[in-house]
Every structure is written in structure tokens, then in C-alpha cells.
């Protein structure tokens, strides 16, 4: 948000979608309890630096594709509203996948498989998240085929992810 406001003089997302972006991804964080993970015999001892590595990492990755999401929006003339009803959708739906990412240290797709509790709250809220882009319901409507390309170019990174965090 700073760089895009100090860098660009450009708000990436409204004030209340922040608010909506805090409460689709706590629809999801809400079911993180419920989730299956692999259950070790031994307690958990924190490697620190990995940790730190690793999220580091996908942070800057997320930073990167949010800008370079911005650039193609930006690039193709894209009214300001919705470059930011499209960065709004980026944000959820990165953010639901970036969960998946981050409960095993394998790759996402492999076993444990999420809970079907977690899985329907973030698919969902992800869907509840499209359709108010895609209909402008608060925000500026996009249409389907914008909404879909998000969700592909979120995919793409969300692949990308993986392979950094393995």
C-alpha cells in the first residue's frame, strides 16, 4: 500500500476493501484450527531461520506479483477503479491460496489434504470475493472474464510460490 501510495500516488485498494479483505480472510483463518496437518511424536522445535527465510520470501513474491499485476493493469489502460477492484480480488484469493501454501512443507497439492471445513471457507469466500468484483457490489465491477484472468494470474503465482518455498 505505501509503495504503490508514495511511489505511484495511487490507492491500490479503497478503505472498505480493506475492511471487506479483513473479513474474507478471517472467514478462512477462522478454520486454520480445524485444518489437518501431519501430527509429529516429537514437539516441534522452530527452525527460525528457515522460517524467516521462507516467509520472507513469499512476502517479497507477493509484493512482486501485487506490482506486477498493477504494471499489466496500468499498462493495458485499465480505469483506476478497476485496477483496484482487481488488486482487491488478487489480494483474497492470493491470500486464501497463500494458507494452503504454508500448512505442510511439502507441496500444497500432496498429503495432508486440508479439511473439508477449511478448504469450503476459503473457496467460498474466494467466490464471495469474485462475485462482488464481478457485479461491482462496493467496488467498481469488472466482469467475468477480468475476474477469471485474476484468478489465473493468483494460480500461476501461487505455483511459483511453491517452488520457492520446496
Do not use: C
Amino acid at each position: 500500500m505505501t509503495a504503490s501510495i508514495v511511489l505511484f500516488d495511487f490507492y491500490p485498494v479503497t478503505a472498505l476493501m480493506i475492511i471487506l479483505l479483513a473479513l474474507l480472510n478471517d472467514i478462512p483463518i477462522l478454520t486454520i484450527a480445524y485444518d489437518r496437518t501431519k501430527v509429529l511424536k516429537q514437539p516441534v522445535r522452530w527452525k527460525m531461520a528457515e522460517l524467516l527465510t521462507v516467509s520472507t520470501m513469499l512476502g517479497v513474491i507477493g509484493v512482486v506479483a501485487s506490482f506486477g499485476l498493477f504494471y499489466i493493469l496500468v499498462e493495458m489502460k485499465f480505469p483506476n477503479g478497476e485496477i483496484q477492484s482487481l488488486i482487491f480480488l488478487k489480494l483474497v484469493v492470493a491470500g486464501h491460496f497463500t494458507i494452503f501454501l504454508t500448512r505442510t512443507d511439502d507441496w500444497f497439492w500432496k498429503r495432508p489434504f486440508p479439511s473439508w471445513i477449511l478448504l469450503h471457507a476459503s473457496f467460498w469466500s474466494a467466490v464471495l470475493a469474485t462475485l462482488i468484483v464481478v457485479y461491482g457490489v462496493f467496488v467498481t465491477p469488472v466482469g467475468w472474464k477480468y475476474a477469471l484472468w485474476v484468478w489465473g494470474y493468483a494460480l500461476g503465482w501461487v505455483a511459483f510460490n511453491d517452488m520457492v518455498k520446496i
